[in-house]
């Protein structure tokens, strides 16, 4: 069982920046890979990026290349989420999520969820 909790979520302006955290439980952090996603309101789940347990590969979607970098310190079973030129489409609740198995950008694929933290950028 890993359970997760995410921080560093709130109200930015537009080309701003945030970095979102999440803190695992467990001693086998590493053997999980990692992500975060996120869900604007009216819309589905979607996949933002993800990190081997290694951290030796990352994975991005499209719309934050180059602008969002996913990283993790596994001595601190947490990852992160580094937001920079924010836009105010990135509103949304952002969760992490942890899998023992390869990375997927299927939502429903991921074992373990953490309750979110809202993310608003102003226009």
């Known amino acids: 069982q890993v359970q997760l909790v995410e921080s560093g979520g709130g109200l930015v302006q537009a080309g701003g920046s945030l970095r979102l955290s999440c803190a695992a439980s467990g001693r086998t952090f590493s053997s999980y890979a990692m992500g975060w996603f996120r869900q604007a309101p009216g819309k589905e789940r979607e996949f933002v990026a993800a990190?081997?347990?290694?951290?030796?590969?990352?994975y991005s979607a499209d719309s934050v290349k180059g602008r969002f970098t996913i990283s993790r310190d596994n001595a601190k079973n947490t990852v992160y989420l580094q937001m920079n030129s924010l836009k105010p489409e990135d509103t949304a609740v952002y969760y992490c999520?942890?899998?023992?198995?390869?990375?997927?950008?299927?939502?429903?694929?991921?074992?373990?969820w953490g309750q979110g933290t809202q993310v608003t950028v102003s226009s």
């Open positions: 999520a942890a899998r023992l198995r390869i990375i997927v950008t299927v939502s429903t694929h991921w074992d373990y």
């Open positions: 990190i081997s347990g290694s951290a030796g590969s990352t």
